[in-house]
């Protein structure tokens, strides 16, 4: 399944491929995410062709919910219903609830919820996350855990992640007893936990790990706590994780934070940034991002970066950017979205290029310091 075939000079920055029966994924990855199995102004073949996307997250509670598991089941599964005959990873919808705190209750069983769309009644089980994602079909899927928040004190990181456990338990249960209702494998991926107390996280990986999980992704961070406090708790976790398995940190971020953590041992993110802030106008280059609405825009009658391979780069003057979104024209958020995904996958496969040669680790930080420069 997955294949660990470099590790970077002086960091822990990795090379891999992670094969599914959709295709095989070279490592580092970011995952754009679809969460009702569309990635926001971007077509799917543009993803192919354009992003070079290898895999993409689909949203277990928002398809759940919409369109529902038996039209998606009528369909054939999340890739037919989708036309996606590439990988797909879905979460299990810890998030989402926990992100519900107003409207869902944590008990032994399972998360109990009301439906941010029409106040409607739900329960996730460990079991029944498994059976809703045996159901969408995807390549990878995630375990039911509760996120707590940041901060959080001890005693309820504590509390949490010990009832993530007890699930993660069942789900690895359910997934063992249960097999694909397509002509698909599927794999399962644990969760690591613990807030941001070190001792908590290193009890949660070893956890995790015994469970045996086809990978294992850590949860918890990229809510509210510094940056620096991600980059210790990734770092710590990584120490205690498998080499021989992929490690997924979820919900990250900047192109920047991409970096530091890849560099910490990382080798698949997913993150709604991309195409988030597109939307709002913040383009990412090579050389810092910018914000396309701002008023040094509306006369630069130059591309923003003609050697980089995107329209928005190559096709059209910064002055036409400006005006679709100052103009709230469809246009414009389908260019940026596409453009930063775009350079999202084009950065991946800059540290793959670096890892190969050695020079990872005398770029990395560099880089990430540009890449985080307001233009």
Not at 169 to 189: C, D, I, M, V
Not at 259 to 279: K, Q, S
Not at 340 to 358: G, H, P
Request: with cysteine.
């Amino acid at each position: 399944m997955f294949d660990l075939h470099k590790t970077a000079l002086s960091t822990k920055a990795r090379m891999g491929t992670l094969s599914t029966d959709h295709g095989t994924i070279s490592t580092p990855i970011f995952m754009p995410v679809g969460t009702l199995g569309t990635v926001k102004a971007v077509k799917q073949d543009e993803l192919i062709d354009k992003v070079k996307a290898q895999i993409i997250l689909g949203n277990t509670y928002h398809l759940y919910l919409r369109p529902g598991c038996d039209i998606i089941e009528n369909a054939g599964g999340l890739h037919s219903f989708i036309n996606w005959d590439h990988p797909i990873l879905t979460d299990s919808g810890g998030y989402q609830i926990f992100s519900l705190s107003d409207n869902r209750e944590l008990k032994e069983e399972g998360a109990h919820f009301k439906s941010h769309l029409d106040g409607s009644k739900h329960l996730f089980t460990p079991e029944n996350v498994v059976d809703i994602q045996r159901t969408l079909g995807s390549d990878i899927i995630m375990v039911l855990d509760e996120c707590p928040p940041y901060p959080s004190s001890r005693d309820y990181a504590k509390e949490s992640m010990e009832l993530t456990h007890r699930w993660e338990k069942r789900g690895r249960q359910a997934f063992l007893n249960t097999s694909s209702k397509y002509e698909h494998g599927q794999f399962q991926f644990g969760i690591v936990q613990g807030g941001t107390y070190p001792d908590l996280r290193k009890e949660s990986s070893k956890y995790v790990t015994d469970l045996d999980f086809e990978g294992i992704a850590i949860g918890g961070l990229s809510v509210g706590e510094p940056t620096e406090l991600m980059y210790e708790m990734t770092d710590l976790n990584t120490d205690y994780l498998p080499e021989n398995k992929p490690r997924y940190l979820m919900g990250v971020g900047k192109p920047a934070n991409l970096l530091h953590c890849i560099a910490r041992g990382i080798d698949m993110f997913d993150c709604v940034l991309p195409t988030r802030n597109a939307r709002n106008g913040q383009i990412f280059t090579r050389n810092g991002y910018i914000n396309i609405r701002n008023a040094k825009w509306k006369n630069h009658n130059r591309p923003l970066d003609p050697d980089f391979p995107t329209d928005l780069c190559s096709q059209y003057k910064m002055s036409y950017i400006h005006h679709l979104f100052r103009n709230s024209e469809l246009l414009g958020l389908e260019l940026a979205s596409l453009h930063n995904l775009t350079f999202y996958l084009w950065l991946m496969e800059k540290v793959k290029e670096r890892i190969a040669n050695d020079s990872f680790h005398n770029w990395y930080q560099e880089k990430a310091k540009v890449l985080d420069t307001k233009i």
